[in-house]
């Protein structure tokens, strides 16, 4: 198999295991093991743009907020610094 079959056969595998966890059938853990075990099996390196990354999920992906300085969100201000 070339890169690209190998690319295109982790992401289909990825996208049932992605199913899988939105419907809790498996949990977050399981689902990275899933993830790790199919990017073995498709030879797609841990450096590889393709491969899940937690640094770009979360609620502070950027250095900018959403929400403009002094609005509120449930009587709390945004914490929108940089950390």
Do not use: P, V
Not at 2 to 21: D, G, M, P, Q, V
């Amino acid at each position: 198999m070339n890169y690209r079959t190998n690319l295109e056969s982790f992401n289909a595998s990825l996208f049932i295991a992605k199913k899988l966890l939105a419907n809790n059938d498996i949990s977050i853990e399981d689902y990275i093991k899933i993830e790790d075990k199919l990017a073995s099996k498709y030879c797609i390196k841990i450096s590889s743009i393709y491969r899940q990354d937690s640094l770009i999920k979360g609620s502070q992906r950027g250095n900018m907020c959403h929400e403009k300085e002094g609005d509120f969100i449930d009587g709390n201000r945004e914490d929108c610094s940089i950390t």
